[in-house]
């Protein structure tokens, strides 16, 4: 019976591994998200997610091409080198994350 049930699990683990494609757009909706966030009132946070909006097609074919994605079949993983934004002045890490069951999680 557990075997029967771990399979089932696996299965579904399985089905719902997100690919890169929906990675991005997880990326794309957190920007906008955080964007919304930082902002102080309505007006700037219109003006925040519209900005975000533009560049939104733009950050997630670059995302698309630069993300390392390492698929265990069931699970997956991905890992943005943020080294670019460090070479700005920016402090930021690098971006891990693991996606499961259609979600992602960082690592």
């Known amino acids: 019976m557990r075997y029967l049930i771990i399979t089932i699990v696996l299965i579904i683990m399985g089905f719902s591994n997100p690919n890169t494609s929906e990675f991005s757009s997880f990326i794309v909706s957190h920007i906008k998200n955080e964007m919304l966030k930082d902002s102080e009132?309505?007006?700037?946070?219109?003006?925040?997610?519209?900005i975000a909006s533009l560049f939104a097609k733009s950050i997630a074919i670059e995302i698309g091409k630069s993300?390392?994605?390492?698929?265990?079949?069931?699970?997956?993983?991905?890992?943005?080198?943020?080294?670019?934004?460090?070479?700005?002045?920016?402090?930021?890490?690098?971006?891990?994350?693991?996606?499961?069951?259609?979600?992602?999680?960082p690592i």
């Open 67 to 105: 993300v390392d994605r390492t698929n265990f079949i069931f699970v997956s993983t991905y890992f943005i080198d943020m080294s670019i934004f460090r070479d700005f002045g920016a402090e930021t890490k690098d971006i891990r994350m693991l996606g499961i069951f259609g979600t992602f999680i």
């Open 41 to 50: 009132t309505k007006e700037t946070s219109n003006l925040s997610t519209g």
